[in-house]
C-alpha cells in the first residue's frame, strides 16, 4: 500500500504549484508517457472519438506550459490569482506498482474583478520514479464541463 | 419602443461603425427581432440528429427550439414551448425522443414532429373551440445546404441559398474534404462563454490582421519562432479577406495552402502514412484522382455565413449564441469526414480541442480582448471603432466577391454593410 501522507501531500503540493503558476515545477511532477485529460460534455467516453476540454499526451503539455510562459498568452495577463482547497483524498493500489488517488476541490478564481469559482473531482494515477512520485494520468471532471465556460487558461 | 427610432444609417457607416452598436440594449432587442427573427440562422448539422428521435436544443436568438428527427427520419424545428400555458417541454440539451415530448406540467405529449398527441382530460374543452390539430408545437421553417441546418421565423420569400450565396463553394470546399462528400458533427462539443456583444466575435473571426499578434505563441508552437508570418499575413503575404456580400466573408488561405501544403494545421507528419494514402485513395475515387491534389491543398476552408456561422482550420464549426447585449455563448463542434481513416478524424478532434475552446491555446485569447474591447467602449469621447484599412486598395472580382490583404478591413465592412441593411428593412422584411 502506498503511503497515504506521502500522496495526501503530493496533491497539496501539486496544488499550490498551480495556483502560484509555477509551469517549471508542476511539469516535473509528471511522467513523460503521462495523459492530462479533462473531460467536456460528460465525466466519461473515449478522448479519441470525443472532443475534450483538455486531452494532452506529455509534448501537448509541454507546449500548453510553453505558451504561458511567453508572458503574451493573453488571456492570463495578467494572470488570474487562484485558490484551491482540495479535499476528500482517497487512495487505492493499482496495477504496476501505481497509486490511484480520487479527491475534490473547490477553486476561486480571481482576475480583472471577476470571481469564478470552480468544482471538481479529480482522479490522479501516481507512479514512483527516482523514489519521487510521478503524475502518470490525470482526469478533471469539472462539475460544469457541460456548460459554457469562462476562460480556462490557467492550470487546473 | 421607448425614445427616439435609432438611426442606424448613421451608426453604421462604410467606414467606421458607433460603440452604441456593442453595447445598447434597446440594439440588441431589435436585434434579436430584425435578424434572429427574420434572417436564416444556423441551428444544427444533419448528422447530429441521425437517427429517428434525436434532438437538440438550440436556439434563435432567445428564443427556444428544438431540432428533432421524426419517427419517419423528417427534420424539424420546433418551439420548446408547450402549446398549452408556456413550459419548456424538453428539458435536457440532447438526446432520442422517439417516443415524443411530453410537457411535465399537465401532461400534454407531442409527437417527435410536433403534433398534439393526446392531453389528460381533453373532455375538459369543446371541440367548437378547441381542435387538437390546431395545437402542435410551433414549426419553424427550416432549409439546408450539404447537411447544415438553418431555421428562419420569417423567411418571407427569402432562400436560403440565396442568403448563402457565394459562401456556398466553401461549404463545398468543406464536405469534399470527406471521401463520402459528408462530414459529421457528432465527436460532442465545446462550449465557452464571454462578457461582451456577440459580433465582436464575428468580427474577429474574419478579421486577419490580429492573428500574427495576438495568437502569435501558439503560431510558433505550430510552426517554430523562426517562421515569417509576413509570408502569409503581411503586404507579400498570400492570405487574403473577402466580403462574399450578405455579411458573409472568408479569410481565404487557399493560395497560402497551395504553396506551402497544409499550412499551419500541420496534418502532414502527424498522421499515419498508410492512414494518409487510404484517405486519398478515398477522395480520389468520389473526386477523381486529379481533384485530390486541389481538394487537398485547398484543405479546411476560414469562413463565416452571417449572423451566428462560422467554420475554421482545423476542421471545426462555430455557432455564435447572443445572450445579452454583453454576453455571448460559442459552440465549437469538431468537424469529422465520412469515411476517412479514424486516424485522420482522431487527429482532427484533438486538435479541435487544443486549438480552440475554453482551454484551447487560441481562442481564449480572442474571448480575452472581446472582453477588453466591452471595457473599453465605456469611453465615451471617441466613439467611433474605424474600419478603415484597405477601404480604397480592395478589389471587385469577377464573382461579385470584394478582396482586401489579410490585414485589412474588408470583410468586417461586408458585415456592417449587411447588418445596416437588416436593421433598417421596412415592417415587411423587404431588403
Redesign the interface.
Known sequence: MGDFREVEQFIYREARLMDEHRYDDWLALWTDDATYWVPCGRDDGDPELQVSIIYDRYPQLVNRLQRLKTGKAFAEDPPSRLCRVISNIEMEDAAAGEIVARSSFVLGDLRKHQEVHWFGRTLHRLRKTDGELRIAYKKVILLNNDEPLPNLAFLI | MAGAAIDYQDLVRRDQVHARLYYDPAIFEEEMDKIFSHHWVYVGHESEVAEPGEFVCRWLGLQPVILVRDRKRQLHLLMNRCRHRSNTICQV?RGNAAGGFRCAYHGWTYSPSGELTGLPYSVGYDSRDFRKEDYGLIRVTIESCHGFIFGNLNPGGHSLLAQIGAARPLLEQVINLAPAGEVMLR?????????ANWKMTMENVLDAYHPPV?H???FH?GTGKSFNWDSVYGPEGNARTRDLGNGNGQIDFNAQNRKSGFFFQGLKGDIDESAQRAYHAGLAKRLGQERVAQVLGDSDPHFSIFPNFNYLPPGQVRLIRPVSIDET??????VMLKDAPIEI??ER??R???MH???G?VA??D???Y?RNQEALKARQDEWVILRRGLRTEQREEDGSIVGMAYEETTQRGLWRHYRQLMTRDANGAI
Open positions: 440539451e465527436a460532442g462539443l465545446l462550449k465557452h462563454k464571454y462578457r495576438l502569435q505563441t501558439a508552437l455563448h460559442i459552440y465549437y463542434f469538431p478524424n482522431r478532434i484533438r479541435s480541442g487544443y475552446g475554453p482551454a491555446l481564449p485569447d474571448i480575452d480582448v472582453e
